[in-house]
């Protein structure tokens, strides 16, 4: 296995309790120092849905899936978090 298969994206998808109530998603290992406060914030406020990691290599294709997933909780469809780990089971690390 190479040094950059190993790396992983850290993620949380979240319920905004205090703005719009839209489900949303934050990429941890993505952040930087100008957003970062101003977004773990916003995470740590919300009703937790779902964490974990994206292998690097499925990101792409896992960040899809996630903005799918969020499209269909914004909807009103009702996912329990091993639901969503069963979707994405394909791209966590």
């Known amino acids: 296995m190479t040094v950059q298969a190993e790396k ?3 993620f949380e998808i979240y319920r ?5 109530g839209e489900y949303k998603v934050i990429y ?3 952040l ?3 957003n970062k406060e ?10 937790h849905l779902f964490d974990g990691f994206l292998l690097n ?5 896992g960040k899809r899936m996630v903005s799918s997933l969020l499209d269909r ?3 009103g469809e009702e996912l329990s978090p ?4 069963r979707e994405l089971k394909s791209c966590l690390g």
């Open 8 to 10: 992983k994206t850290m």
């Open 16 to 20: 905004d309790t205090e703005g719009t």
């Open 28 to 30: 941890f290992t993505e």
């Open 32 to 34: 930087d120092d100008h």
């Open 38 to 47: 101003t977004e773990i914030s916003a995470a740590m406020r919300g009703q």
């Open 57 to 61: 290599q499925e990101k792409a294709q």
């Open 73 to 75: 909780l914004n909807r």
């Open 82 to 85: 091993l639901e969503v780990e």
